[in-house]
């Protein structure tokens, strides 16, 4: 094997072991979350018992500092903590406001775990793929590439580097370039993990470049760059486009795979969505099988 690294093995445990550490933080703040979330809901319990105090005044005269409610809504009857100095209604004033208070809780902690879910999954995914890389090989015989997967199987969630001067920098490990092919002159731009798909997919591509991703499987985004003053890219561009997508994916082993292609106008991610998840919209399919860069182009691309 070319290119042997010595400290290959170590690299690429020490990148897998500091996205072990960042899985099992967001899973510690996914319990806290649903937690918080848990305690927010109370807030419907809050706005029923409030309707029932004001249903029923006389149940919760000034002074009571706990009383047995029946929930107008459930019909269940409630132990209810209240302010002594407050009458029925009052109370009710006061609960509707922590009811208010509650939702809009409610509804931002989930936001927030949704965000959480979606990192929980990209970095057990990654955590799944790095050791992918290593599984075939001895440690002895992990080389440069398998360094170079791992890292960009990492980019774009691994710290900031602190050890630049002002105790700020960049990524200790920056995202590389997009893969760049080009085919009868039109450019083309492959992601080459969830993050780069991001960048390439909701950034780097303009409203009409047309985009490309395999139906049903994980794999690269693919952009044609649309040139200026042109029509759209021929059929067999995008043809030979849709057979590197799909080289690029877990597609990559089967005779022949759909392709969905659309402009990147078209293109769109949800809000905390993970990396990498896109809706596409006004989308036509074309059916293809894998192509070897290799062999399409003699060398790897760019």
């Known amino acids: 094997m070319d290119n042997i690294t010595p400290a290959a093995a170590e690299q690429i445990r020490a990148v897998r072991n500091k996205i072990r550490v960042m899985l099992k933080h967001e899973e510690r703040k996914l319990g806290k979350q649903r937690a918080e979330a848990e305690e927010a809901g109370q807030y419907v ?14 149940t919760a005269p000034r002074g009571t500092a706990k009383a047995g409610i029946v929930n107008i809504h459930t019909r269940a009857v409630e132990e209810v903590a209240l302010n002594p100095a407050l009458d029925a209604v009052g109370n009710a004033q006061l609960l509707y406001k922590k009811a208010r208070k509650g939702k809009r809780g409610h509804e931002t ?3 927030k775990m949704a965000e959480t879910v979606g990192r929980v999954a990209a ?10 890389v290593t599984a075939e090989k001895e440690p002895s015989e992990l080389g440069d590439e398998d360094v170079e997967r791992v890292m960009e199987l990492a980019s774009g969630f691994l710290p900031p580097d602190r050890s630049a001067p002002g105790g700020k920098g960049k990524s200790s490990v920056p995202p590389p370039p997009f893969k760049k ?8 731009y492959l992601g080459k993990n969830s993050a780069q798909n991001d960048e390439l997919s909701t950034k780097f591509a303009k409203p009409s470049d047309i985009w490309l991703h395999v139906a049903a499987h994980a ?19 995008i043809e030979k486009a849709a057979a590197l997508a799909v080289w690029f994916s ?21 809000r905390h969505a993970p990396p990498g998840e896109v ?6 399919t074309v059916r293809v099988e ?7 182009f003699g060398e790897g691309g760019d």
């Open 109 to 111: 902690v989930t936001a």
């Open 290 to 296: 894998p192509k070897d860069p290799r062999v399409m």
């Open 279 to 284: 809706i596409a919209e006004r989308c036509k």
């Open 45 to 58: 319990r809050y706005g029923q018992i409030a309707d029932s105090l004001m249903a029923g005044p006389a």
């Open 123 to 132: 970095l057990g995914s990654i955590i799944i793929e790095i050791e992918g």
């Open 181 to 188: 092919y080009v085919i009868d002159g039109w450019e083309v």
């Open 219 to 237: 794999g690269s985004h693919v952009i044609i760059r649309h040139q200026k003053n042109t029509d759209n890219p021929p059929k067999t561009v």
């Open 250 to 270: 877990k597609a990559k082993h089967t005779s022949y795979a759909e392709v969905h292609v659309t402009e990147a106008r078209f293109v769109r991610k949800r």
